[in-house]
């Protein structure tokens, strides 16, 4: 479910907090489901378990995991927040493209937001 890349220069705990956010806000992991151990997790990325241990402490500090010694660490919340940040993070390179597009043919920003407008209501009355 998880893997890492150490050459994006994006630290590897940090590469695991997001995307087990991800899974919790795209509902891939919902609340009371099991992380996998840190040490099942370290061998399977073959990555230090001080790292997992770093990422999930991290999450329990958002209050999005609840570790208990002897059990794991599970899903506390799907908090609305999360899923919010989450889909605007996903978005966010498709409108940025079209920000660029629209820059390159010319369009105003005002022009931009009309067909914008325009095709909302198209695909509202779908």
Do not use: C, W
């Not at 890492?4 to 997001?18: A, H, K, S």
């Not at 489901?33 to 990422?55: C, F, G, H, W």
């Not at 958002?62 to 660490?73: C, I, M, Q």
């Not at 043919?105 to 067909?115: A, P, R």
């Amino acid at each position: 479910m998880f893997r890492v890349t150490p050459q994006t220069g994006e630290p590897i705990y940090e590469q695991l907090i997001r995307q087990i956010k991800h899974a919790i806000a795209s509902g891939a992991m919902k609340e009371g489901d099991q992380l996998p151990t840190v040490r099942e997790l370290a061998a399977k990325l073959v990555i230090n378990p001080n790292t997992v241990s770093r990422a999930y402490r991290e999450l329990e500090r958002e209050g999005l995991v609840e570790t208990t010694a002897g059990r794991g660490s599970f899903v506390k919340i799907s908090p609305p927040r999360l899923f919010r940040e989450e889909r605007k993070k996903r978005l966010q390179p498709y409108l940025q493209q079209l920000i660029a597009e629209a820059r390159v043919l010319n369009f105003t920003d005002d022009e931009l937001i009309e067909l914008l407008k325009d095709m909302l209501r198209k695909f509202s009355s779908s």
